[in-house]
T-cell receptor
Framework: DQQVKQNSPSLSVQEGRISILNCDYTNSMFDYFLWYKKYPAEGPTFLISISSIKDKNEDGRFTVFLNKSAKHLSLHIVPSQPGDSAVYFC??????????FGKGTKLTVNP | GAVVSQHPSWVICKSGTSVKIECRSLDFQATTMFWYRQFPKQSLMLMATSNEGSKATYEQGVEKDKFLINHASLTLSTLTVTSAHPEDSSFYICSGRKGVITEAFFGQGTRLTVV
């Protein structure tokens, strides 16, 4: 049973445009959500997080939106840059210390 | 952000031997450390959660006698893969967290190849 789902395994975007990465969850106990970026053969790097009391959190080019009623969150990257090309993992936490990860979305930003 | 250092970054070992992977939080005290395993094109699979000074909590299906985890201090956790077999070949990643509701910071990962 996959509690955190990233239904798009890959996404390709033109440099300068917006990248939108989506994530759905099923566990209503989740109250903290995070996005991580990962390059091959490296550990994930924390990008941005949001708690369930908010519906938006912005940090530079990265904005995370949370829709609790739909159990959906998204990561917006504007403007997208070639260096943003990586695998992006959505993660959720609630009720315990464990982070539950989605399967990741591979983002490719084309120059 | 905080820094987590993982060592070695890659290791090749013979089948039947044991391998130890270290995870250190360099500039913060990690009250909790996590160990993950990642298969190609798959998500991070949590193997175990460890709190400093106590026994690790293993996820279902993870053999605790095979994957020995020690969290002796607030800055160091180790994962020992005992009697390694080729099917243990994988990418192992650790992470450390300062508190309960904070982001976890990840090490750079260890590529283990058992031949």
């Amino acid at each position: 049973d996959q509690q955190v789902k990233q239904n798009s395994p890959s996404l390709s975007v033109q440099e300068g445009r917006i990248s939108i990465l989506n994530c759905d969850y099923t566990n209503s106990m989740f109250d903290y959500f995070l996005w991580y970026k990962k390059y091959p053969a490296e550990g994930p790097t924390f990008l941005i997080s949001i708690s369930s009391i908010k519906d938006k959190n912005e940090d530079g080019r990265f904005t995370v939106f949370l829709n609790k009623s739909a159990k959906h969150l998204s990561l917006h990257i504007v403007p997208s840059q070639p260096g943003d090309s990586a695998v992006y993992f959505c993660a959720a936490q609630g009720g315990s210390e464990k982070l539950v990860f989605g399967k990741g979305t591979k983002l490719t930003v084309n120059p | 952000g905080a820094v987590v250092s993982q060592h070695p970054s890659w290791v090749i070992c013979k089948s039947g031997t044991s391998v130890k992977i270290e995870c250190r939080s360099l500039d913060f005290q990690a009250t909790t450390m996590f160990w993950y395993r990642q298969f190609p094109k798959q998500s991070l699979m949590l193997m175990a959660t460890s709190n400093e000074g106590s026994k690790a909590t293993y996820e279902q299906g993870v053999e605790k006698d095979k994957f020995l985890i020690n969290h002796a201090s607030l800055t160091l956790s180790t994962l020992t893969v005992t009697s390694a077999h080729p099917e243990d070949s994988s990418f192992y990643i650790c992470s450390g967290r300062k508190g309960v509701i904070t982001e976890a910071f990840f090490g750079q990962g260890t590529r283990l190849t058992v031949v």
